[in-house]
T-cell receptor, first 115, second 111 residues
C-alpha cells in the first residue's frame, strides 16, 4: 500500500476485555515497530520485528501484551485483560530493514480507551 | 540506557519568525537522527533527518544541525507559517538499532 495502515482507528473497551490491534506495513518493508503514546507524551517503544521474528521485546510493559507477525507483513498487537492504564494511542511504524535506510514511517495509530 | 532530552516542551513563535528546538543524547554509538512532526490525531511524519557523518542538512525552510562531540542536534524552522503548528519529536538510533524519542515540543505559530 501507499503507507502504513492501522485498524481500528479507535477502540473503546471495558476493563478486563482483550483487544487486538492490527498493523499493515508498507509493502516490502521487513522491519516493523510498535510504540505506545500516552496523552501528551512521547513515544514508548514496545516491540520490533525483523521479518516474522521479534529480536527485541524489551519494551512490552507486562505479560498481558503480546505481538505477532505472520508472512512478514501484517502484525497484530494483543492486550489481554485490559486495564485503564492501557489507554493510549498505539502506533505502528515500518522501515525497509536495509542498512542505511533506517527511516521509520508511521501509521495513523489506534486510539484505545479502556473504561 | 539511551536517553534523549528535548527542549523546550512548548514554544510560541510569531508567524514569520524562526523556531529552534534542541535535543541532547547520551549514546555515543548513535548515528542517525530523525525529526518527526505530529499533527493532532495523526501519526508522526518524518520531516528531516541527518546522519552522523554530516554536520548540517537543509530542506527549504527546515534545517537540522548535529554536534557529535557535544552530543546534541537541533531543528531550525525559518519563516514560520501557521501550518507549522504541531508537536515535534527528535529521535536517535542507538547502537541497539532502536529509535529513542525525545518528549516532544508543542510549537504554536501566532498569526
Amino acid at each position: 500500500g501507499a503507507g502504513v495502515s492501522q485498524s481500528p482507528s479507535n477502540k473503546v473497551t471495558e476493563k478486563g476485555k482483550d483487544v487486538e490491534l492490527r498493523c499493515d506495513p508498507i509493502s516490502g518493508h521487513t522491519a516493523l515497530y510498535w510504540y505506545r503514546q500516552s496523552l501528551g507524551q512521547g513515544l514508548e517503544f514496545l516491540i520490533y520485528f525483523q521479518g516474522n521474528s521479534a529480536p527485541d521485546k524489551s519494551g512490552l510493559p507486562s505479560d498481558r501484551f503480546s505481538a505477532e507477525r505472520t508472512g512478514g507483513s501484517v502484525s497484530t498487537l494483543t492486550i489481554q485483560r485490559t486495564q485503564q492504564e492501557d489507554s493510549a494511542v498505539y502506533l505502528c511504524a515500518s522501515s525497509s530493514g536495509l542498512a542505511g535506510q533506517e527511516t521509520q514511517y508511521f501509521g495513523p495509530g489506534t486510539r484505545l480507551l479502556v473504561l | 540506557g539511551e536517553n534523549v532530552e528535548q527542549h523546550p516542551s512548548t514554544l510560541s513563535v510569531q508567524e514569520g519568525d524562526s523556531a529552534v528546538i534542541k535535543c541532547t543524547y547520551s549514546d555515543s554509538a548513535s548515528n542517525y537522527f530523525p525529526w518527526y512532526k505530529q499533527e493532532l490525531g495523526k501519526g508522526p511524519q518524518l520531516i528531516i533527518d541527518i546522519r552522523s557523518n554530516v554536520g548540517e542538512k537543509k530542506d527549504q525552510r527546515i534545517a537540522v544541525t548535529l554536534n557529535k562531540t557535544a552530543k546534541h542536534f537541533s531543528l531550525h524552522i525559518t519563516e514560520t507559517q501557521p501550518e507549522d503548528s504541531a508537536v515535534y519529536f527528535c529521535a536517535e538510533l542507538g547502537g541497539n538499532e532502536k529509535l529513542t524519542f525525545g518528549t516532544g515540543t508543542r510549537l504554536t505559530i501566532i498569526p
